[in-house]
């Protein structure tokens, strides 16, 4: 059960952020971020975000990073695999009555590598941006070891633990005919 401290950690009165800005440095839990794991992905320590908020006007910038660590299958032998992630994060949040908001026509978006968000004048809820962040993050092919085997596709053992004995090569019986068939000057 996440703690209420941890939910109020990320949620920042904009009168809070001042001219020299607002730093931003807690260990949060999955579960206050509402990050879904299954039984093969779990996140194994608190999400560590660090970062600061600036405000322009009604803007406020949010930049700094995002580390953790997450517990997952190897994608090649399915092994656990312990594995960091990091990210950074550069991102905007617009009051409501901003333009680029309302969607009219002759909006330009600021910098590509920038995220939008909304706030609603009075809180920063930074639980989103969070969420999304550490979700991308994720490793997508994680690898227990560069060279992992992977498993045998015909007995399904792990070819890291011991060689696989198993004949891997089948021959489609419609392509048999192929294999009789001799170019000129090939042996």
Not at 107 to 133: A, K, S, Y
């Amino acid at each position: 059960m996440p703690s209420q401290d941890e939910a109020l950690a990320l949620i920042v009165q904009v009168a809070q952020i001042l001219e020299t800005g607002f730093v931003l440095d807690v260990g949060i839990s999955p579960e206050t971020l509402h990050i879904p794991q299954g039984e093969e992905t779990v996140i194994s320590e608190p999400v560590r975000v660090q970062g600061r908020l600036t405000k322009v006007a009604e803007q406020i910038y949010f930049q700094g990073s995002i580390q953790g660590r997450v517990v997952v299958p190897c994608s090649r032998c399915l092994d656990v695999v312990h594995t960091e992630f990091a990210t950074e994060a550069r991102v905007i949040f617009l009051p409501p009555t901003s333009e680029a908001v309302s969607g009219e026509e002759g909006t330009v978006r600021p910098m590509d590598e920038l995220d939008l968000f909304v706030h609603d004048g009075t809180i920063l809820d930074l639980r989103p941006l969070i969420r999304e962040q550490v979700v991308l993050a994720f490793p997508v092919q994680p690898l227990c070891r560069e060279d992992c085997a992977g498993l045998c596709q015909v007995c399904g053992g792990n070819r890291n633990v011991e060689p696989c004995t198993c004949q891997t090569e089948t021959t489609e019986p419609r392509f048999a005919i192929l294999k009789q068939l001799r170019f000129p000057g090939s042996l």
